[in-house]
């Protein structure tokens, strides 16, 4: 069992959880994800490692709520407890010798790129944070990123707040101004990794993406996470999550990704009688 120590929700959608697990934070790295249960009925939910505290023991997750799990979790409290956290699971990210990047988040994605840019900048590297938003009521992180980037660019789709535009947009601009960045990573919705991506791609920029496919076990077992990469199946939980977002099947990822959309959809409309509510039964 696994106790919540502080919970904030950081805006309507999106939900932190910094949760004591002391084994998990001893070796946590960034670019690493848990699996959580919130309940012996519940489905195993693979959830990106957004920070983590080796003296407090504790791990940091943030998350939107997309299903019946996420709301299950987002309904727990300080001092609640979660049944399963297991991690650290996947390959950290490749951070060695980085001296120039750009960080790329994309709404609740943001929470994912904060530790690679945390790590990259507290070693010395020249970070640059692009947070993407649909509009200011979701911005999240942004004292966070201030504190752990050279310089940070906020753009929301709709201009109401900071820079009006996409993230594309911004990098764009910022290759074209002369900025040679040797890594871009971009983390968020998979149109943007896909679309960041092809930004990249023409002026031969490095280009990490982290991908959340469909997950159930985490240790390569089942294959529900394949992903084609370099016309070569992988499985993001035991080969990524991050990957070379130059070769990766974004368009088959998206349709995987959908497969089970009508249930959830189905799924969100019911309400057990028996026990009046969302809980799992």
């Given at each position: 069992m696994y106790k919540i120590l502080n919970k904030q929700n950081l805006n309507q959608y999106i939900t932190l959880l910094e949760v004591y697990a002391p084994f998990i934070a001893k070796k946590a790295k960034p670019g690493q994800f848990?699996?959580?249960?919130?309940?012996?009925?519940?489905?195993?939910?693979?959830?990106?490692?957004?920070?983590?505290?080796?003296?407090?023991?504790?791990?940091t997750i943030i998350f939107q709520v997309v299903?019946?799990?996420?709301?299950?979790?987002?309904?727990?409290?300080?001092?609640?407890?979660?049944?399963?956290?297991?991690?650290?699971?996947?390959?950290?990210?490749?951070?060695?010798?980085?001296?120039?990047?750009?960080?790329?988040?994309g709404g609740v994605g943001c929470a994912i790129a904060y530790p690679q840019a945390k790590a990259l900048f507290n070693s010395?590297?020249?970070?640059?944070?692009?947070?993407?938003?649909?509009?200011?009521?979701?911005?999240?992180?942004?004292?966070?990123?201030?504190?752990?980037?050279?310089?940070?660019?906020?753009?929301?789709d709709d201009g109401s707040y900071k820079e009006k535009g996409?993230?594309?947009?911004?990098?764009?601009?910022?290759?074209?101004?002369?900025?040679?960045?040797?890594?871009?990573?971009?983390?968020?919705?998979?149109?943007?990794?896909?679309?960041?991506?092809?930004?990249?791609?023409?002026?031969?920029?490095?280009?990490?993406?982290?991908?959340?496919?469909?997950?159930?076990?985490?240790?390569?077992m089942c294959g529900g996470c394949r992903v084609k990469v370099d016309q070569e199946t992988k499985f993001a939980c035991v080969d990524g999550p991050d990957f070379d977002g130059h070769v990766v099947d974004f368009d088959e990822l998206m349709m995987r990704n959908s497969t089970y959309k009508k249930q959830e959809m189905l799924d969100k409309k019911h309400n057990c009688r028996l026990v009046g509510g969302i809980q799992n039964a």
């Amino acid at each position: 069992m696994y106790k919540i120590l502080n919970k904030q929700n950081l805006n309507q959608y999106i939900t932190l959880l910094e949760v004591y697990a002391p084994f998990i934070a001893k070796k946590a790295k960034p670019g690493q994800f848990i699996i959580f249960r919130v309940d012996e009925k519940g489905e195993r939910v693979p959830l990106t490692i957004a920070d983590f505290d080796r003296e407090k023991g504790s791990i940091t997750i943030i998350f939107q709520v997309v299903g019946r799990s996420t709301e299950l979790l987002a309904n727990l409290d300080v001092g609640d407890y979660i049944l399963d956290f297991v991690g650290p699971l996947g390959i950290p990210t490749h951070l060695d010798g980085v001296k120039k990047v750009a960080v790329v988040g994309g709404g609740v994605g943001c929470a994912i790129a904060y530790p690679q840019a945390k790590a990259l900048f507290n070693s010395g590297a020249s970070v640059d944070v692009i947070a993407g938003f649909r509009n200011k009521d979701i911005v999240i992180l942004e004292e966070e990123f201030n504190a752990v980037s050279s310089r940070l660019f906020i753009c929301t789709d709709d201009g109401s707040y900071k820079e009006k535009g996409l993230v594309t947009d911004v990098l764009k601009r910022l290759i074209d101004e002369g900025n040679d960045y040797d890594l871009v990573i971009a983390i968020g919705p998979i149109p943007m990794m896909k679309y960041v991506s092809l930004t990249t791609k023409p002026y031969g920029i490095k280009t990490i993406v982290s991908l959340n496919p469909i997950m159930i076990d985490g240790t390569g077992m089942c294959g529900g996470c394949r992903v084609k990469v370099d016309q070569e199946t992988k499985f993001a939980c035991v080969d990524g999550p991050d990957f070379d977002g130059h070769v990766v099947d974004f368009d088959e990822l998206m349709m995987r990704n959908s497969t089970y959309k009508k249930q959830e959809m189905l799924d969100k409309k019911h309400n057990c009688r028996l026990v009046g509510g969302i809980q799992n039964a």
